[in-house]
C-alpha cells in the first residue's frame, strides 16, 4: 500500500521540523512548502531533509498553492506557516495579515478547488484570547485578540470554521498555547532567555534585557504539541481544540529556573528594558486541554522544568562547540 502522504506548509520552523519527524515515524511521505529565496533556512529539517520532498509554493499566491495541490495530491494539509512573532506583527501589521489571516484562505480556497476530501489543519493560537474573559481558557472562550497577529490568527481560525461549515471539509484548529524547544527562534521570550543564560555562563555577557517580567503563560514542550495536530486529524470528524499544559509561569520564573540551571541568579543579570514592553499586553494566558485529553487521548509529556532544564542545556552545548 502506498505511503500517506501530507503537505506541511511552514515545514522549517519549529513545528514544522517536530511534525516532520512524526509524520516520517507514522510512515507518511512529506512534502514541505518552502517559499523561494536567495536563501533557506533548513538547519531544523538537516537531519531529515533527504526524507522530506520540498517544493516551491507561498500562501500570499494561490496559484502556487492549487498547483502544489495538484501536483502531490496530499490526504494531509497542515499550515504551519505564519508571521508569528507577535512583536514583528506590530511594525509589520499589513504583511501579518496577509500571511497569517488571508493565507488561510488560499490554501483552504485551494483545497476545495482541487480536492474537498484533503484533511486540514489550522494553527490556532493562544493569543487570539488576549484580553482574557475566563480563566482557564477553553474552546468556548471568547476571543479578545491584543495584538495583529492574534487578529490575524483569529481571523485564520473562523475562516476554518467557515469552509468547514460551507463545503463540509475536514478541517480542524489546534488553539495552541506556548510551546518551546531548542529550536525555539531567538525573539521568542523562552529562547531568549535559555540562549541568554548560556552566553551570560560563557562570559560573553553579563545582562540580560526584558520587558514584563510578571507576564504569565501556559508553556510546553513542541513536540508534544505536534502529536495534538495529527491525532486531530485521525478523527472522523473534525473540530476545534485547545492543546496547552493547564498550568501558568511567570517570565520571571522562566529566568529563575533558566539561570539555576546554569548555576547562576538570575537578579544579577536580568534588566527590565521598557523597550520590550508591547504596547498592549496579554497578561495571563492558560488552557484547559481536557477536550483534546477526552477526545484525542492527548498528554503531554515534558513538564516546565524539564523543558526549561532542556533549552539551557541545549544552548550550553551549542556554545560550547
Known amino acids: 500500500m502506498a505511503a500517506k502522504r501530507a503537505l506541511i506548509t511552514g515545514i522549517t520552523g519549529q513545528d514544522g521540523s517536530y511534525l ?9 511521505e512529506v512534502i514541505g512548502l ?22 516551491s509554493g507561498d500562501l500570499v499566491d494561490e496559484v502556487s498553492l492549487i498547483n502544489v495541490l495538484r501536483d502531490w495530491r496530499p ?9 508569528s512573532f507577535v512583536q514583528t506583527s506590530w511594525t509589520q501589521p499589513v504583511l501579518t495579515g496577509e500571511i497569517t489571516a488571508l493565507g488561510v484562505t488560499r490554501i483552504l480556497d485551494a483545497i476545495r478547488i482541487v480536492d474537498p476530501t484533503i484533511r486540514f489543519y489550522q494553527a490556532s493560537s493562544s493569543e487570539m484570547f488576549g484580553r482574557v474573559h475566563t480563566v482557564p481558557q477553553d474552546e468556548n472562550t471568547p476571543f479578545y485578540p491584543r495584538s495583529p497577529y492574534g487578529v490575524a490568527k483569529v481571523y485564520g481560525h473562523w475562516i476554518t470554521v467557515n469552509y468547514r461549515e460551507s463545503y463540509d471539509l475536514h478541517a480542524s484548529s489546534g488553539i495552541l498555547f506556548n510551546h518551546e524547544s531548542p529550536r525555539r527562534g531567538l525573539e521568542f521570550v523562552t529562547r531568549k532567555v535559555t540562549h541568554g543564560v548560556a552566553r551570560i555562563k560563557a562570559g560573553l555577557d553579563s545582562e540580560l534585557r526584558l520587558g514584563n517580567l510578571d507576564a504569565q503563560r501556559d508553556w510546553g514542550f513542541a513536540a508534544d504539541y505536534v502529536r495534538a495536530m495529527w491525532a486531530m486529524l485521525q478523527c472522523d ?16 520564573e522562566l529566568c529563575e529556573v533558566a ?17 520590550f514592553i508591547r504596547p498592549a499586553e496579554v497578561d495571563l494566558l492558560v488552557g484547559d486541554a481536557t477536550k483534546a485529553k477526552t477526545e ?5 509529556e515534558v513538564d516546565f522544568y524539564g523543558l526549561v532544564e532542556m533549552m539551557v542545556v541545549a544552548d550550553l552545548d551549542a556554545l560550547a562547540r
Do not use: M
Request: hydrophobic letters at 40%; proline letters at 3%; one cysteine or more.
Open 259 to 275: 539561570f539555576k540551571v546554569a548555576g547562576l541568579d538570575y537578579e544579577d543579570h536580568v534588566v527590565v528594558d521598557p523597550a
Open 20 to 28: 516532520a519527524e512524526l509524520l516520517l515515524s507514522e510512515g507518511y
Open 296 to 300: 484525542l487521548g492527548w498528554e503531554c
Open 75 to 83: 490526504v494531509e494539509v497542515y499550515n504551519l506557516a505564519a508571521q
Open 34 to 55: 518552502v517559499r523561494r529565496s536567495s536563501t533557506l533556512a533548513l538547519e531544523r529539517i538537516t537531519h531529515v531533509q533527504d526524507r522530506l520532498n520540498l517544493v
Open 237 to 252: 470528524q473534525p473540530g476545534d481544540y485547545v492543546v496547552a499544559t493547564g498550568e501558568t509561569h511567570s517570565v520571571r
